[in-house]
């Protein structure tokens, strides 16, 4: 297998011959901007480049060589992937990061400042697979969160020193013991070591398993706990269930959360494996408490996956909420009770917002109740941050329930949704928590945005759609691009129906305007909310979009109504491709009438 050198040399040496440029030409077309005298030697180095003899090619010679030849950084990725010398690049080039920016850690600090070349030296470092290929803002988004996990991770391995102490001093006092007789003494002592060194043991694992979650290799994490959390049945046949439970499930679903992939199905299985009748009999709350974030896994699962699969997950999830409040009463344990109906209500919500008709709404109605027997619990006082994330939760299920309720009914549920988020922002300040802020502001437009569409009163309607558009506009100071793609595009989602309504609600060149405004926050979206990646978002991205495009066919200023409807046909069938009539019957509904009224519309432009 040749080195990454010999293989980008003759990459450039055939793209180079298939333009049918000298060496000279094209050391002058990569080089224009230095000067002249310098062409004749980077004409040697390129010979050098051909003839395989550049051990360690250099980002600042060979780039510009690849810019004017067409050679992607796609394609570099690829060359270096398929290396011989793989590894021994990619340390080169890490070293080379190193030396300029001081440390890798400061380098991680610095991304903001860092060349392209370099954010795919460090993505590929952390394991990134195909770094060539994702945009910046991406690989940004990616390194920001594996710099705040080497930082834990090197603080961690710092602190080993310092439990090897505490062993050593056990073993002292033990000596002591023997020394003296004191048989007993020792007994103790020597339990005691073996606790020390099965946590210090454990305590390494979890420092292999972060490492390998560091790298993305989750199943690795998830073998490495495992083994750790059995190890403690030597001291007691319980702890490796705690393990698991309390600490270990935590740690791969965080890393699911953060990076997608098999993370969170890592830490259901984490639990399952201990969540027997033998547990609930010896420790009824510690089975419960599994039985709790087994229902937050599901659900996390389920809100992620559309069709059958995202079915099953959340009724899995909602069946673990079940088992854990036969254990978790109010009584008997008041705050454990408030967490798993809140658990459950987030289930109930997902599910309803993905039902149609009856059963839909008597989800929906499920899920705000069960939220306020949460906040029956968590007072403002008492638990701020909690009852300011169950206004949210609950904001969110009253406006999905007002939504499907017609007349004045449904025009109060939304009015309350608007005042759980109002009330969640008094908690949720942007100078105390930004991203909590701007996350309840975006919420809070969509709420708005409905509230207008309820609105009978012109000037009280443009007044609330002018809010929701604001609160948009708040919320993308936060969410920007580079920081927080998917929340900068659910928020450029929002935006989009704002201005669409607001579009559809003025005549002339303004609501033309706005309605292409619309589309444009929609496309944005798009970029980032994509089928493979966000299945069920990137669905009703498009359902937004025909709704769009159809409001700009319908406009009083609209002369070409054909070109809007059939790209509104377009999105529309987009979106069928994901919604089914099974498993997320409501918006099959909505989108199969819509796509009925477009063909309609459009037929009727055929008929003479």
Same mark, same amino acid.
């Given at each position: 297998?040749?080195?990454?050198?010999?293989?980008?040399?003759?990459?450039?040496?055939?793209?180079?011959?298939?333009?049918?440029?000298?060496?000279?030409?094209?050391?002058?077309?990569?080089?224009?901007?230095?000067?002249?005298?310098?062409?004749?030697?980077?004409?040697?180095?390129?010979?050098?480049?051909?003839?395989?003899?550049?051990?360690?090619?250099?980002?600042?010679?060979?780039?510009?060589?690849?810019?004017?030849?067409?050679?992607?950084?796609?394609?570099?990725?690829?060359?270096?992937?398929?290396?011989?010398?793989?590894?021994?690049?990619?340390?080169?080039?890490?070293?080379?990061?190193?030396?300029?920016?001081?440390?890798?850690?400061?380098?991680?600090?610095?991304?903001?400042?860092?060349?392209?070349?370099?954010?795919?030296?460090?993505?590929?470092?952390?394991?990134?697979?195909?770094?060539?290929?994702?945009?910046?803002?991406?690989?940004?988004?990616?390194?920001?969160?594996?710099?705040?996990?080497?930082?834990?991770?090197?603080?961690?391995?710092?602190?080993?020193?310092?439990?090897?102490?505490?062993?050593?001093?056990?073993?002292?006092?033990?000596?002591?013991?023997?020394?003296?007789?004191?048989?007993?003494?020792?007994?103790?002592?020597?339990?005691?070591?073996?606790?020390?060194?099965?946590?210090?043991?454990?305590? &390494? #694992? $979890? /420092? =292999?398993?972060? %490492? !390998?979650? +560091?790298?993305?290799?989750?199943?690795?994490?998830?073998?490495?706990?495992?083994?750790?959390?059995?190890?403690?049945?030597?001291?007691?046949?319980?702890?490796?269930?705690?393990?698991?439970?309390?600490?270990?499930?935590?740690?791969?679903?965080?890393?699911?959360?953060?990076?997608?992939?098999?993370?969170?199905?890592?830490?259901?299985?984490?639990?399952?494996?201990?969540? &027997? #009748? $033998? /547990? =609930?009999?010896? %420790? !009824?709350? +510690?089975?419960?408490?599994?039985?709790?974030?087994?229902?937050?896994?599901?659900?996390?699962?389920?809100?992620?996956?559309?069709?059958?699969?995202?079915?099953?997950?959340?009724?899995?999830?909602?069946?673990?909420?079940?088992?854990?409040?036969?254990?978790?009463?109010?009584?008997?344990?008041?705050?454990?009770?408030?967490?798993?109906?809140?658990?459950?209500?987030?289930?109930?919500?997902?599910?309803?917002?993905?039902?149609?008709?009856?059963?839909?709404?008597?989800?929906?109605?499920?899920?705000?109740?069960?939220?306020?027997?949460?906040?029956?619990?968590?007072?403002?006082?008492?638990?701020?941050?909690?009852?300011?994330?169950?206004?949210?939760?609950?904001?969110?299920?009253?406006?999905?329930?007002?939504?499907?309720?017609?007349?004045?009914?449904?025009?109060?549920?939304?009015?309350?949704?608007?005042?759980?988020?109002?009330?969640?922002?008094?908690?949720?300040?942007?100078?105390?928590?930004?991203?909590?802020?701007?996350?309840?502001?975006?919420?809070?437009?969509?709420?708005?945005?409905?509230?207008?569409?309820?609105?009978?009163?012109?000037?009280?309607?443009?007044?609330?759609?002018?809010?929701?558009?604001?609160?948009?506009?708040?919320?993308?100071?936060?969410?920007?691009?580079?920081?927080?793609?998917?929340?900068?595009?659910?928020?450029?989602?929002?935006?989009?129906?704002?201005?669409?309504?607001?579009?559809?609600?003025?005549?002339?060149?303004?609501?033309?305007?706005?309605?292409?405004?619309?589309?444009?926050?929609?496309?944005?979206?798009?970029?980032?909310?994509?089928?493979?990646?966000?299945?069920?978002?990137?669905?009703?991205?498009?359902?937004?979009?025909?709704?769009?495009?159809?409001?700009?066919?319908?406009?009083?200023?609209?002369?070409?109504?054909?070109?809007?409807?059939?790209?509104?046909?377009?999105?529309?069938?987009?979106?069928?491709?994901?919604?089914?009539?099974?498993?997320?019957?409501?918006?099959?509904?909505?989108?199969?009438?819509?796509?009925?009224?477009?063909?309609?519309?459009?037929?009727?432009?055929?008929?003479?």
């Amino acid at each position: 297998m040749p080195s990454f050198g010999e293989l980008l040399g003759s990459e450039i040496c055939e793209a180079r011959e298939a333009l049918g440029w000298t060496q000279l030409v094209l050391a002058e077309k990569a080089f224009e901007e230095e000067n002249p005298d310098t062409w004749d030697q980077y004409v040697r180095r390129i010979g050098d480049y051909e003839n395989g003899r550049v051990k360690r090619p250099q980002v600042k010679v060979y780039q510009p060589l690849c810019d004017v030849l067409g050679i992607t950084r796609r394609r570099i990725g690829e060359l270096k992937a398929k290396a011989a010398d793989a590894k021994s690049v990619s340390d080169y080039d890490i070293a080379a990061l190193r030396a300029e920016k001081g440390s890798l850690e400061q380098a991680l600090s610095d991304l903001r400042t860092l060349s392209r070349s370099q954010l795919e030296t460090l993505a590929g470092r952390f394991e990134y697979a195909r770094a060539y290929d994702a945009t910046d803002g991406a690989l940004i988004e990616f390194l920001t969160e594996k710099a705040r996990d080497y930082r834990a991770l090197k603080a961690e391995v710092n602190a080993i020193e310092d439990g090897l102490k505490r062993l050593s001093n056990l073993k002292s006092a033990a000596r002591a013991a023997i020394d003296a007789g004191d048989l007993d003494e020792v007994e103790e002592i020597l339990s005691r070591v073996q606790e020390v060194e099965l946590d210090e043991a454990a305590k &390494t #694992a $979890e /420092l =292999r398993a972060n %490492n !390998a979650l +560091l790298r993305g290799r989750t199943e690795q994490a998830f073998r490495i706990l495992s083994a750790a959390a059995d190890s403690f049945a030597a001291i007691d046949p319980i702890e490796p269930a705690r393990k698991r439970i309390l600490s270990y499930f935590a740690i791969l679903r965080g890393h699911g959360l953060r990076y997608g992939g098999t993370g969170i199905q890592f830490s259901i299985d984490m639990l399952t494996e201990c969540l &027997t #009748a $033998e /547990l =609930r009999q010896a %420790n !009824a709350w +510690l089975w419960a408490a599994g039985q709790n974030w087994l229902a937050v896994g599901k659900s996390n699962q389920g809100s992620r996956a559309d069709g059958p699969t995202g079915t099953r997950l959340l009724a899995q999830a909602k069946v673990a909420s079940g088992k854990a409040l036969e254990v978790f009463t109010r009584d008997t344990f008041p705050l454990d009770w408030a967490i798993a109906q809140t658990n459950l209500a987030t289930t109930l919500e997902i599910q309803g917002s993905r039902t149609n008709g009856p059963e839909g709404a008597s989800l929906l109605a499920q899920a705000v109740a069960t939220f306020r027997n949460a906040l029956e619990v968590y007072s403002p006082d008492a638990y701020p941050m909690d009852w300011a994330l169950i206004q949210n939760n609950l904001a969110i299920a009253l406006h999905d329930q007002g939504r499907r309720t017609v007349g004045s009914a449904g025009a109060d549920l939304i009015a309350q949704s608007v005042a759980a988020h109002r009330a969640a922002l008094k908690v949720r300040t942007r100078d105390a928590f930004p991203v909590l802020w701007a996350e309840t502001q975006n919420n809070l437009a969509t709420a708005l945005q409905d509230q207008g569409v309820r609105t009978d009163d012109l000037a009280g309607a443009a007044d609330l759609l002018a809010q929701a558009a604001a609160a948009c506009r708040d919320a993308l100071l936060v969410f920007t691009p580079d920081a927080f793609p998917v929340d900068w595009a659910i928020t450029q989602n929002n935006l989009g129906s704002a201005l669409k309504i607001q579009g559809r609600r003025t005549n002339g060149p303004a609501g033309a305007h706005l309605l292409a405004q619309a589309v444009d926050a929609y496309s944005k979206a798009l970029d980032v909310l994509t089928r493979d990646s966000h299945a069920v978002q990137w669905a009703k991205t498009q359902n937004n979009l025909t709704l769009a495009q159809a409001a700009r066919a319908g406009h009083d200023s609209c002369t070409e109504p054909r070109v809007h409807l059939e790209a509104a046909l377009t999105h529309v069938t987009a979106a069928l491709e994901v919604f089914d009539p099974e498993h997320t019957s409501y918006e099959f509904g909505q989108c199969t009438e819509l796509k009925t009224r477009i063909e309609a519309k459009l037929a009727a432009l055929d008929t003479p």
